[in-house]
């Protein structure tokens, strides 16, 4: 298969869940692109997967569920207007950083207590979560600075070795492109929406369902 290389596991998608289960790191496929995690609710995959990357522990990693039911082991509560979000956009490359379970990981919810989480909507990323009854942490499979990978070849290969090579090729190969949008409603009964990280998921699209969004910087943000 184009791709695969000696350091690459092929793994099926049972092989995939036993890692998960197992707490180990794996490498799988999104709608946008490939990611680099596990079981969410394991401290220790977490400290690897910050450690893989070279990433800042202080920057929340993002979580994929498998469906709504799991919204409870991430999330403290949902807001109307975060549930008409998820409504509109989920299974999708929406993020919606929502405030934090208090049985999260402290790392995962930052200094702001709040947990970006979104539902997958690429089938075996969403299968994996459903089937093992657990949030998945969802970091793209590449070292922090360097551009995400759409692609087995662009897998980050200190990545693939701190997986032990696992990679999951079920389904349909990510989309590449731009990735998930990010975006934090501002305040109760507010349909004001912060981008944090423009995506896959437009401006234009959320002020079409009546949503305002703002900068990052505060400002409104234009355009298409």
């Known amino acids: 298969m184009k791709g695969i290389t000696p350091e690459i596991k092929a793994l099926s998608l049972q092989e995939a869940l036993r890692a998960i289960t197992g707490d180990r790191?794996?490498?799988?496929?999104?709608?946008t692109f490939y990611a680099i995690g596990g079981n969410a609710l394991s401290a220790g995959v977490l400290s690897s997967v910050y450690e893989a990357k070279g990433r800042d522990g202080s920057r929340p990693l993002p979580l994929l569920i498998g469906d709504l039911e799991q919204l409870r082991l991430v999330a403290a509560g949902v807001e109307e207007e975060e549930g008409e979000l998820m409504r509109l956009f989920w299974p999708g490359p929406l993020t919606l950083l929502l405030r934090?379970?208090?049985?999260?990981?402290?790392?995962?919810?930052?200094?702001?207590?709040?947990?970006?989480?979104r539902l997958s909507g690429h089938p075996t990323a969403r299968e994996l979560s459903r089937r093992a009854g657990l949030p998945l942490i969802s970091s793209s499979a590449n070292r922090s600075g360097f551009?995400?990978?759409?692609?087995?070849?662009?897998?980050?290969?200190?990545l693939l070795r701190a997986?032990?090579?696992?990679?999951?090729?079920?389904g349909p190969a990510p989309a590449g492109g731009l990735p998930s949008t990010i975006v934090r409603l501002e305040g109760r009964g507010s349909r004001v929406l912060r981008l944090l990280r423009a995506g896959a998921?437009?401006?234009?699209?959320?002020?079409?369902?009546?949503?305002?969004?703002?900068s990052e910087g505060g400002g409104a943000v234009s355009g298409p």
Do not use: M, N, W
């Open 25 to 31: 790191l794996l490498i799988y496929p999104t709608e």
């Open 100 to 117: 934090a379970s208090p049985g999260l990981p402290a790392p995962l919810a930052g200094g702001a207590a709040r947990v970006a989480v």
């Open 147 to 158: 551009p995400p990978a759409s692609s087995p070849e662009e897998v980050d290969r200190s």
């Open 163 to 170: 997986a032990g090579g696992a990679l999951c090729l079920e």
């Open 201 to 214: 998921v437009s401006a234009a699209q959320l002020r079409r369902h009546g949503f305002k969004v703002i």
